[in-house]
């Protein structure tokens, strides 16, 4: 890549295109949003509708006054701020392939994927209800992850398949031991990270799990949860190139705005599974 040759749209829309590819977490939000995002401190607003209400319909009978639906209005703070500044030498670049810049650019979508994801999961606190167990073993999880299930729809999530359990990969290793066949459908269509399904619903493997340790046992806050439960505002704000002023180098800086919320915590579930450390 050459300064010259540098658009800053077409490079925003590749490094969307690259994370939307690497992410997991953000991938499971809702991210249908309208907001004017500027800077940090930017709001988002969200707005619902209430409960419709369902009656007994008589032939031939007037029904009554239409009910007027309430609207909910909650907001989103773009709190999250994330900024990266590479540089490549010329002679490292007349050395290298042309495609040098763009495998930096990758890597660059990688590691601000994993900061959003991560930045998700951190939003475990907001589960609607928690299950809890010390020893997770392959023994037991494929049950906690049922239970999991069992509680969304008793909250009234009726398809499975909107159902997305995330895990780390050490709650994925027991997943994986307890012996049971994972439903993949088409295993050519399975998306990045997802190791199968159970009971519909979709298994995600994530390194950016939140995690905590108590005497040696690591405690995975792994989630069940369907994709209106947390909604994910972004913007990449900035991305430029330029020519730093004491190197003979092409240079890349960008912006990644973004801020996330729990909105439906009922349809979210924390597994909050310990796992003893080897």
Same mark, same amino acid.
């Given at each position: ?39 940090k401190g930017s709001m988002v ?22 009910? +007027? ?50 930045h998700v999961f951190s939003l ?56 049971? &066949? ?51 505002? &972004?913007?990449?704000? &900035? ?27 009922? &349809? ?9 450390? +080897?």
């Open positions: 890549m050459a300064i010259s040759n540098f658009i800053p749209t077409v490079w925003s829309e590749n490094l969307y295109t690259q994370l939307d590819k690497k992410y997991i977490a953000v991938r499971h939000c809702n991210r249908e949003f309208e907001g004017d995002i500027k800077e607003n969200i707005v619902g509708v209430g409960d419709v209400s369902v009656f007994d319909y008589t032939k031939d009978t007037d029904m009554s006054e239409p009910q +007027a639906l309430s609207d909910t209005l909650r907001t989103l703070s773009i709190n999250q701020a994330k900024a990266f500044n590479f540089q490549i030498d010329d002679i490292d670049r007349a050395q290298c392939t042309p495609k040098l810049m763009n495998e930096a650019m990758k890597i660059a979508a990688s590691a601000l994927a994993n900061a959003a994801d991560a475990f606190t907001g589960a609607g209800s928690t299950i809890n167990e010390a020893e997770t073993t392959a023994a037991n999880i494929i049950d906690h992850l049922i239970d999991a299930r069992t509680r969304l729809f008793a909250n009234n999530v009726s398809d499975a398949s909107d159902i997305v359990i995330e895990v780390s990969p050490a709650v994925a290793a027991l997943i994986l031991k307890a012996k049971i &066949e994972l439903s993949t459908d088409n295993a050519d269509a399975l998306d990045n990270g997802c190791i199968g399904s159970i009971g519909g619903c979709k298994i995600y493997v994530s390194n950016n799990i939140a995690s905590s340790d108590i005497d040696g046992t690591v405690f995975y806050k792994c989630l069940a949860r369907t994709k209106r439960a947390i909604a994910f505002a &972004e913007q990449l704000s &900035e991305i430029n190139a330029y020519r730093p002023e004491k190197r003979f180098a092409d240079a890349v800086k960008g912006l990644h705005l973004y801020g996330a919320k729990v909105v439906y915590p009922n &349809e979210m579930v924390l597994l909050n599974l310990g796992v003893v450390s +080897a």
